[in-house]
């Protein structure tokens, strides 16, 4: 947060410096773009392929193949999730919020892809239903979907709060992959990584441009879909702070179930290839 009083004094430029245009980091004009329609005709003939509920305050984990969609619906009351994307083959594979936010924005929605983290970056999955695009963005400058922030977890509990709560999304999520991959706690815990928020509405407020999150718009019903480029564990935590409307971290929230169902495609279907680079570094 920048200081109210700052402690040196505008120079005689300040308004010129200040009017500099903004230009845009990443330009994706030549981002290669997800063909919407023909996902939509290759989800017509896809069939049940399972799904897993994810029970509040705690997070599962489910394989989706490359090729296939999964949807993740809010069945009950209205409840926020926080979404974890490997790679089936390589763990260290993972969902790379940072540039997926350079990429599409602050919030996603249909067409936007969740890419992986470095060496890989390519497309892990692709978002191809959403029930809530009609939120758009509100007056306070919140919209749903975030990759902004990080996750609930007890490490800034416990520097904040001075208290130990094993039921926010890190820690969920660290169970779920031990328990889906066989690993240890502490051999899962660095590979949790941060999230989609998923059904979250946030923003930054426009005067101290801090992170805030409100009350969920998502009702029973909705839901957010996606296709998977390569072969995936999804994960997902049932968030402790359900519609993010009053605080997470914490049993003081309603917190309800989520649900993830796959749907799996018999057409054939090539997985992007990892990203083309290199990795020379100059050397």
Not at 33 to 62: K, M, S, W
Not at 131 to 146: E, F, I, P, R
Request: net charge negative; hydrophobic share 35%; proline share 8%.
């Amino acid at each position: 947060m920048k200081p109210q009083s700052p402690a040196f004094p505008a120079p005689l430029d300040a308004d010129a410096r200040r009017a500099a245009p903004a230009v845009i980091c990443y330009p994706t004009e030549t981002l290669p773009q997800p063909d919407l329609a023909a996902l939509a005709r290759r989800r017509e003939g896809a069939v049940n392929g399972g799904h897993v509920i994810v029970p509040p305050r705690d997070a599962r984990c489910i394989d989706v193949p490359a090729g296939s969609f999964f949807r993740i619906t809010c069945p009950d009351g209205p409840q926020v999730g926080d979404l974890n994307l490997w790679s089936a083959q390589d763990l260290t594979e993972h969902f790379y919020s940072g540039k997926t936010r350079a990429l599409h924005g602050t919030h996603l929605s249909t067409g936007d892809r969740l890419w992986s983290r470095f060496p890989a970056m390519r497309p892990m999955a692709t978002i191809t239903r959403d029930t809530l695009d009609w939120y758009g963005w509100d007056a306070d400058g919140g919209s749903v979907h975030d990759v902004i922030g990080t996750r609930c977890d007890p490490y800034t509990g416990r520097l904040l709060g001075g208290v130990d709560y094993h039921y926010c999304c890190h820690s969920n999520l660290t169970r779920a992959l031990a328990d889906h991959s066989g690993l240890s706690l502490a051999r899962a815990e660095p590979l949790v990584h941060d999230v989609l928020n998923v059904f979250m509405c946030t923003g930054f407020t426009a005067d101290t441009h801090q992170y805030f999150m409100k009350a969920s718009p998502v009702r029973a019903g909705d839901y957010l879909e996606f296709f998977a480029e390569i072969d995936l564990i999804v994960g997902l935590s049932a968030c402790p702070g359900g519609d993010c409307g009053d605080e997470h971290t914490s049993d003081k929230a309603t917190c309800s179930p989520l649900r993830i169902d796959v749907f799996e495609s018999t057409e054939s279907h090539q997985p992007v290839p990892q990203n083309a680079y290199d990795r020379s570094h100059g050397r």
